[in-house]
């Protein structure tokens, strides 16, 4: 009998304001990935809903949820604290849903430990210039925060090589067909074909 296929879980960075939210919600709405619902402390900005951008928590109820183990990863991205909780990346992957984790670097590099077959995506504006501008257009932060942001991004520079794959975002459309293909791309890897390699070396053991 056939297994039904696993989904893969592919981990998506990229400066604040390099317009992956964009690339991510085209992603979903055109091939139908799974996005992960992170859990935050950082207060919803207008217009964010719970459970739909984020599952909004305090800070004691996100330590209580670290302490039980409820995150794949987590980590503190300028003054709050972000994570993965673990069931639904699990179900959806199960249900055969590629599902796309759209975390910073710190989280990023966890994932990168604990699950090695992970790829990991970085999405880039083609130079900083470009950054501000988007940030600043975004209009939904102050000044003191876009600039921490900047500051963090160009921190964060530094982490891009320990990237798998490095896509540079100069056009939504293009952007998004990037990401698509490298991703079905990474279904053909030996690591995301365990099951069709065990399948195949039994039955060699059959009579
Ligand atoms: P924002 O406040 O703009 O929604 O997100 C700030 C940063 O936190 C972004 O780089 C975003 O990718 C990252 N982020 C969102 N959810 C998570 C998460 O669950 N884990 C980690 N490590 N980072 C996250």
Excluded: W
């Excluded at 604040?16 to 992603?27: H, M, P």
């Excluded at 790829?119 to 988007?134: A, M």
């Amino acid at each position: 009998m056939k297994m039904p296929k696993k989904g893969i879980i592919t981990v998506i960075s990229g400066f604040s304001g390099a317009g992956k939210g964009t690339v991510i919600n085209e992603l979903v709405k055109k091939y139908g990935y799974a996005v992960s619902i992170s859990a935050t402390t950082r207060q919803p900005r207008e217009g964010e809903k719970e459970g739909k951008d984020y599952f909004f928590k305090t800070k004691e109820e996100f330590i209580q949820m670290v302490n039980n183990g409820k995150f794949i990863e987590y980590a503190k991205y300028v003054d709050n604290y972000y994570g993965t909780p673990k069931d639904y990346v699990y179900s959806q992957i199960n249900n055969g849903k590629d599902v796309l984790l759209e975390i910073e670097m710190q989280g990023a590099m966890q994932v990168k430990e604990n699950f090695p077959g992970v790829s990991l995506v970085f999405i880039t504006p083609p130079d900083i210039k470009e950054l501000k501008r988007r940030l600043l257009k975004r209009g939904t932060e102050t000044e003191e925060v876009i600039k921490k942001r900047i500051a963090r991004a160009s921190e964060e520079c530094g982490y891009m090589e320990k990237y798998d794959y490095i896509i540079v975002n100069d056009g939504l459309e293009e952007c998004v067909e990037q990401v698509h293909a490298l991703i079905q791309s990474l279904h053909f890897t030996s690591n995301n074909q365990k099951e069709l390699i065990e399948g195949i070396s039994s039955n060699f053991n059959l009579k």
